[in-house]
């Protein structure tokens, strides 16, 4: 596998995600911001971008065992929403066979997102062999 990830002994603990991925492959995949559209809540949006995060890497070839960095923006976030986040989190982990804790990651919390409704966007970076 090209992606190996770790929290080195002495990082923040515990947190949803790894503070470090390697990859050693040659080839890097990026797929841009998904989004789960406007309906539902923050859950459910976010495990449906996730999925499909998870199709866009499926079209190269890659997985979910292949990120090295997802990166969240969340519409008007605030901490108290995290709970939700991370049922949806949970949830799309479940159905797509994502390891958690995740692969480091960034949420950004901005102002609103490209169309009202929508609460979460994700982008990822994986690296193939």
Do not use: C, K
């Not at 949803?16 to 809540?41: I, K, N």
């Not at 960095?69 to 989190?89: D, S």
């Amino acid at each position: 596998m090209a992606v190996r990830l770790f929290s080195p002994e002495g990082m923040a603990q515990p947190v949803p995600y790894h503070h470090v991925a390697v990859g050693t492959g040659t080839r890097q995949v990026h797929v841009s911001g998904q989004v789960g559209g406007a309906d539902g809540g923050l859950a459910a949006q976010t495990a449906q971008a996730l999925r499909n995060t998870a199709r866009g890497l499926a079209g190269a070839g890659a997985g979910m065992a292949d990120v090295v960095r997802l990166t969240f923006y969340v519409a008007g976030w605030r901490p108290e929403q995290m709970a939700e986040l991370m049922e949806g989190v949970e949830r799309a982990a479940g159905e797509l066979g994502m390891a958690l804790p995740l692969p480091p990651a960034s949420l950004i919390g901005v102002e609103s997102l490209f169309e009202p409704g929508v609460l979460v966007e994700v982008e990822a970076t994986a690296v193939l062999d």
